[in-house]
């Protein structure tokens, strides 16, 4: 049985030749993607390994989870992204600890996490999560917020103490006309990010793609992935 650095190597060096290979395709230098580990679920202990075999970004989706695990692990050299929907009483303990919030989908989380992070003496990186799938002035079954409703929290991010605008994120959506395209969806949020830049030219993220569709991000040119299960593998059922 192998053990489990090993485990870990032998899917990282995959995910890493998966990603190598979709940006030579796309015409793109591999240095343009960063690969964003999610760890959900999985023991610091993982984190650690993986630090060890050269990972530096990771992502958690759940604070009740993200923050002791985030304390274990102190003292490595991590950039900690939240991709999960994050309600409001959870917003000091993340602001605590994370360095990017990826998941930043309406005005009230803006003013929450300028809050926190200004108390923690901290500067957050915020993504705003897109809806594909929503309609204008509603959101998706997966958080974020409609397309229509990029431009107002933008401009209260990139106006709020303690927090810098990065770019934008989306989850490939299970409904709507992108659902099973996902690289169209893809592309579609890239569009949305160009306008973006033309108002925010540093807010130049884009995250995109998991474990089944990082080859679509890596086309549409995403610059993050998100990856957990092709790297730490499928977590067995409890009981």
């Given at each position: 049985m192998k053990d489990r650095k090993t485990e870990l190597a032998e899917n990282l060096a995959t995910v890493e030749e998966r990603i190598a290979s979709a940006c030579a395709a796309a015409g793109r230098e591999r240095r343009e993607v960063t690969l964003i580990v999610v760890t959900k679920t999985y023991p610091a202990s993982d984190v650690r390994l993986l630090h060890e075999l050269g990972v530096?970004?990771?992502?958690?989706?759940?604070?009740?989870?993200?923050?002791p695990k985030a304390a274990a692990c102190a003292d490595l050299s991590l950039t900690?992204?939240?991709?999960?929907?994050?309600?409001?009483n959870k917003v000091r303990s993340v602001a605590s600890?994370?360095?990017?919030?990826?998941?930043?989908?309406?005005?009230?989380?803006?003013?929450a996490l300028s809050a926190a992070a200004v108390r923690a003496e901290r500067e957050l990186t915020c993504l705003i999560q897109v809806a594909l799938d929503a309609e204008?002035?509603?959101?998706?079954?997966?958080?974020?917020?409609?397309p229509g409703g990029i431009e107002e929290l933008a401009?209260?991010?990139?106006?709020?103490p303690g927090l810098r605008l990065g770019g934008l994120m989306t989850v490939a959506p299970l409904a709507g006309p992108y659902a099973g395209r996902q690289q169209a969806a893809f592309e579609r949020l890239l569009e949305f990010s160009s306008r973006l830049r033309a108002d925010h030219p540093a807010?130049?993220?884009?995250?995109?793609?998991?474990?089944?569709?990082l080859e679509d991000a890596v086309r549409a040119g995403a610059t993050h992935v998100r990856v957990g299960t092709a790297v730490l593998g499928v977590r067995p059922s409890l009981g």
């Amino acid at each position: 049985m192998k053990d489990r650095k090993t485990e870990l190597a032998e899917n990282l060096a995959t995910v890493e030749e998966r990603i190598a290979s979709a940006c030579a395709a796309a015409g793109r230098e591999r240095r343009e993607v960063t690969l964003i580990v999610v760890t959900k679920t999985y023991p610091a202990s993982d984190v650690r390994l993986l630090h060890e075999l050269g990972v530096r970004h990771v992502a958690e989706n759940r604070d009740q989870d993200a923050a002791p695990k985030a304390a274990a692990c102190a003292d490595l050299s991590l950039t900690w992204h939240f991709v999960g929907q994050l309600q409001t009483n959870k917003v000091r303990s993340v602001a605590s600890y994370a360095d990017v919030v990826q998941s930043l989908d309406r005005l009230k989380l803006v003013s929450a996490l300028s809050a926190a992070a200004v108390r923690a003496e901290r500067e957050l990186t915020c993504l705003i999560q897109v809806a594909l799938d929503a309609e204008s002035g509603e959101r998706g079954a997966r958080g974020g917020v409609a397309p229509g409703g990029i431009e107002e929290l933008a401009a209260a991010v990139a106006g709020a103490p303690g927090l810098r605008l990065g770019g934008l994120m989306t989850v490939a959506p299970l409904a709507g006309p992108y659902a099973g395209r996902q690289q169209a969806a893809f592309e579609r949020l890239l569009e949305f990010s160009s306008r973006l830049r033309a108002d925010h030219p540093a807010a130049n993220m884009v995250s995109a793609g998991m474990s089944t569709d990082l080859e679509d991000a890596v086309r549409a040119g995403a610059t993050h992935v998100r990856v957990g299960t092709a790297v730490l593998g499928v977590r067995p059922s409890l009981g």
